[in-house]
């Protein structure tokens, strides 16, 4: 047996649905939230153990704090060329106890539940591709693949990133299995940087009525900060920065001695990181008698529009268009594990997940009948990369 051609491919998938949408079940109903280690460890088993069972090479990467990050190796006989690697995450959003409240569940042509759409649905695309390659090759992969689904990806990955970066550097191009950008499933090729900083005020405190003329409101400064900080904002230029949290003050009748500020910042190009970095950091205060303190940094460089992602992308719509469909492209604010990769100048494709809505929400949920077809782009990727 071989590779059968992209429409067989999808007929392949079609009469595989329901097996799909069982994987993804199966996952959903497994929860996973970054804080609770053991239950995203428990993940980490469950697929352990399926990709096992396909012959994949498993290798656990230990970490105090998240669940152990999940590294599985299919080599190919014979094959010397570079590993694509395939990113993915176990983690979600959703406190254990969610999927009381909103069960796994399929109905409207739809699969629903906490994290079914940001990843697990990207997963179980993974797991019944692998198993559908090995399949048309007599039980041997055409390429080296390797997958690796980290446990802190929605907490920013910073215990994970080592990892992606290192087997990034080793691959031929990087297929990241987040969802598509809405209905119609455009893959991502552009997403922003993603920091966050934290800004401390400190005031001096008097009591309001005997001193007033004594302090100094933390909580005043505090308000000119974010009016500057509005300021930076540059839409043209993608770049935002959003007060998000403020806290300060202790009880009415003291002047404030203390006021903080969380500020999200996105920026879409490279060369706008250090900037707004020195931005942030040289904020001077308006009250001499008021000191800040900014600490922060962009943690996600962004995924830039590079002609290495382009070329990526060409391929994925060469592919679309032999299974009758045209693939679209988006730009998006959110950041993923795509964002590293890219920035590190290997060709990376993002939003090769699942088709559906909701993510991180109550409605968040995945169309199935739009699942043969990414898993046939991502097969078709899978060689041709
Ligand atoms: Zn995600």
Redesign the pocket.
């Known amino acids: 047996m071989s590779t059968p051609e992209p429409a067989e491919q999808l007929r392949y998938f079609r009469k595989r649905q329901t097996e799909i949408v069982e994987t993804i079940r199966q996952l959903v109903e497994l929860e996973s939230p970054s804080d609770v280690k053991q239950s995203v460890d428990r993940v980490g088993t469950v697929l352990a153990s399926r990709f096992g069972e396909l012959g994949g090479r498993i290798r656990f990467h230990a970490n105090e704090k998240f669940g152990k990050h999940l590294q599985i190796d299919f080599r190919a006989r014979g094959n010397k060329s570079k590993a694509v690697l395939l990113l993915g995450?176990m983690d979600t959003v959703y406190p254990i106890g969610t999927i009381s409240k909103m069960p796994c569940r399929v109905s409207k042509g739809r699969v629903w539940g906490p994290g079914v759409l940001?990843?697990k649905a990207?997963i179980a695309l993974a797991f019944h591709v692998i198993e559908a390659v090995l399949e048309w090759n007599d039980g041997k992969m055409p390429r080296p693949i390797t997958l690796v689904l980290v446990s802190d990806?929605?907490v920013g990955s910073a215990s994970s990133r080592a990892i992606t970066e290192k087997l990034a550097r080793e691959a031929a191009a990087v297929l990241v299995l987040?969802?598509a950008y809405g209905l119609h499933g455009a893959v991502k090729t552009a997403r922003k940087g993603v920091g966050e900083y934290a800004l401390q005020i400190t005031g001096v405190a008097a009591h309001s009525g005997l001193d007033f003329e004594k302090g100094h409101s933390a909580i005043i400064e505090l308000a000119h900060q974010i009016l500057e900080i509005s300021k930076l904002v540059d839409s043209k230029r993608g770049l935002t920065l959003n007060v998000g949290r403020i806290n300060g003050g202790m009880r009415t009748n003291v002047v404030p001695a203390t006021a903080s500020a969380s500020i999200d910042v996105r920026v879409v190009s490279a060369k706008d990181v250090a900037e707004i970095h020195r931005r942030l950091t040289s904020l001077k205060p308006f009250n001499s008698h008021c000191s800040i303190s900014v600490n922060g940094r962009i943690n996600r460089p962004p995924l830039e529009h590079t002609e290495a992602v382009a070329g990526l992308y060409f391929k994925a719509r060469d592919l679309a268009q032999q299974l009758g469909w045209d693939l679209e492209e988006a730009a998006v604010g959110g950041g993923?594990d795509g964002n590293f990769t890219a920035a590190l100048g290997i060709p990376t494709l993002d939003g090769l997940g699942a088709v559906g809505e909701g993510?991180h929400a109550e409605h968040e949920s995945v169309v199935i009948s739009e699942l043969p077809r990414r898993a046939a782009l991502l097969a078709g990727l899978i060689e041709r990369v």
Do not use: I, V
């Open positions: 995450h940001d990843m990207g990806e929605e987040e969802p993923s993510a």
